[in-house]
């Protein structure tokens, strides 16, 4: 009872306080942002920086500390967010027990047989690993590209580069991911359609990839093919945990998601971590560990580390969905009366640097900038203003220090985002300028230029 009295108190005088001091919505997540951004450059344990950003978030949109409290306990209690805590959680076992078992060097000392181009070998595994929408999976592909990128003198920061950058070279197309299916389905356009006008960007990405690690590349030998059937079996059979992953977390995705089956909406998730116990159980099988080491990768403070930092992360993003900051920020561009183009590009980029996460971006700004496009008339260039929002925000997802795949990689490297930043300024500000002329070129078609 006392309680419930001072936290009226409490949100009646932050009331009074909103009402003398206002601040517009987009000041206030700005100095959010920077806060966290500080907290990373002084080297504070990211867990900590990521509920930090939470409390000054919550308290910058006037929540009282007893209502962030429960925002944040709602928000680790959710399915989406235990799911994505025991995905997370297996994927780094996983890597730990290819790693610790030798079978990690078996694969990587047999795949370079098997591709005699150094770039394709280095790329290779984080693109594999990429065409499956797996939460964290940077963080998978990161132990295969530093044993084949130490042996070619790159440094962390060029590793965790590669890492990064080719593990989402498919996500502006790719059917499998949530943020393309949710596009589709607002815009109301036919995903083929789309995928094959997206489809550019993942050669531009590559292209763009290749172009920094050009001269190194060049000066590299290349590795002997495969002579043997049996160099070629043999490396199948160690990658095969892998395939199971992939594979295996596909079709139980499809089948859990289904409405004949289970029909749940972590259906998804699920498929992905009964696929990762499978895998994990024939590596420990057939490599024999023991029961002791499997129990010390589960209990090492690395481990822990990392399920405490995105905990932390899911935190943040609860209190921003709660505040409903995304939606002021949305209604005072609106009402100064923003050009279609520039809201359509500044949006989706803000909420995807801000959260990191493509469904984010998405589900907040395209329902706003759809309903725009529809009262102005502009329906033609529905596809064209799409891309456009989709391409831009996805520029804000790679750039967002609260990427999961970006921390991870970074941490894997132990490299820091000040190194890792101008590879990525460089490269998605290319990506930007390329999709900016798209967008006039797509217009010619597909509507009338004249209106804007």
Same mark, same amino acid.
């Given at each position: 009872m006392f309680a419930r009295i001072l936290n009226k108190k409490i949100d009646h005088s932050m009331q009074n306080l909103m009402s003398s001091v206002y601040l517009p919505a987009f000041p206030r997540l700005l100095i959010v942002f920077l806060i966290i951004i500080i907290?990373?450059?002084?080297? $504070?344990?990211?867990?900590?920086?990521? $509920? $930090?950003? +939470?409390?000054?978030?919550?308290?910058?949109?006037?929540? !009282?500390?007893? +209502?962030?409290?429960?925002? +944040?306990?709602?928000?680790?209690?959710?399915?989406?967010?235990? +799911?994505?805590? #025991?995905?997370? !959680?297996?994927?780094?076992?996983?890597? *730990?027990?290819?790693? *610790?078992? %030798?079978?990690?060097?078996?694969? @990587? &000392?047999? #795949?370079?047989?098997?591709?005699?181009? /150094?770039?394709? =070998?280095?790329?290779?595994?984080?693109?594999i690993i990429g065409l499956l929408p797996m939460p964290g999976g940077a963080f998978f592909s990161a132990p295969m590209v530093y044993n084949l990128g130490v042996k070619r003198n790159f440094t962390s920061t060029e590793l965790s580069y590669i890492n990064y950058w080719f593990r989402?070279?498919?996500?502006?197309?790719?059917?499998?991911? /949530?943020?393309?299916?949710?596009?589709?389905?607002?815009?109301?356009? =036919?995903?083929?359609?789309?995928?094959?006008?997206?489809?550019?960007f993942t050669l531009l990405a590559i292209i763009i990839g290749y172009g920094f690690l050009y001269k190194k590349l060049n000066t590299q030998h290349l590795s002997e093919p495969v002579n043997s059937k049996d160099t070629f079996k043999d490396f199948m059979i160690s990658i095969l945990p892998i395939l199971?992953?992939?594979?295996?977390?596909? %079709?139980?995705?499809? @089948?859990?998601? !289904?409405?004949?089956?289970? =029909?749940?909406?972590?259906?998804?998730?699920?498929?992905?971590? $009964? !696929?990762?116990?499978?895998? @994990?159980?024939?590596?420990?099988?057939? =490599?024999?560990?023991?029961?002791?080491?499997?129990?010390?990768?589960?209990?090492?403070?690395?481990?822990?580390?990392?399920?405490?930092?995105?905990?932390?992360?899911?935190?943040?993003?609860?209190?921003?969905?709660?505040?409903?900051?995304? &939606? *002021?920020?949305?209604k005072e561009l609106i009402q100064f009366h923003i050009p279609l183009m520039f809201i359509t590009i500044l949006l989706p980029f803000m909420v995807g640097m801000m959260t990191g996460i493509t469904v984010a971006f998405v589900g907040t700004t395209f329902p706003i900038i759809v309903g725009m496009i529809h009262s102005l008339g502009q329906d033609p260039l529905i596809l064209s203003y799409l891309m456009l929002g989709s391409v831009s925000g996805f520029m804000g997802v790679l750039l967002s220090p609260l990427h999961l795949c970006l921390v991870m990689s970074n941490e894997y490297f132990k490299t820091t985002l000040g190194k890792i930043y101008p590879y990525l300024w460089i490269s998605c500000g290319i990506i930007f300028v390329v999709c900016t002329t798209y967008f006039y070129v797509l217009r010619l078609f597909l509507g009338d230029l004249s209106r804007f």
């Open positions: 907290a990373i450059r002084k080297h $504070l344990q990211l867990g900590h920086v990521f $509920l $930090l950003g +939470a409390c000054c978030l919550g308290s910058f949109f006037f929540l !009282s500390p007893w +209502a962030i409290l429960k925002i +944040a306990l709602a928000s680790l209690i959710k399915p989406s967010t235990v +799911a994505l805590l #025991f995905i997370v !959680s297996f994927i780094l076992i996983f890597s *730990q027990s290819l790693e *610790q078992s %030798g079978q990690m060097k078996r694969l @990587l &000392d047999q #795949f370079q047989g098997v591709v005699k181009y /150094p770039f394709l =070998n280095l790329i290779l595994f984080p693109a989402h070279i498919w996500e502006y197309w790719w059917p499998l991911y /949530p943020g393309i299916l949710l596009t589709i389905t607002i815009g109301g356009i =036919n995903l083929w359609r789309y995928a094959f006008h997206l489809l550019p199971m992953v992939i594979v295996l977390g596909l %079709g139980f995705g499809l @089948l859990f998601s !289904s409405e004949k089956f289970l =029909n749940h909406s972590i259906g998804n998730e699920l498929g992905l971590i $009964l !696929s990762l116990i499978i895998g @994990l159980s024939w590596i420990w099988i057939a =490599n024999r560990i023991q029961v002791t080491e499997i129990v010390s990768m589960f209990i090492s403070r690395h481990h822990y580390t990392m399920i405490y930092m995105i905990a932390a992360v899911f935190i943040f993003k609860g209190i921003l969905e709660q505040t409903h900051a995304i &939606d *002021q920020i949305n």
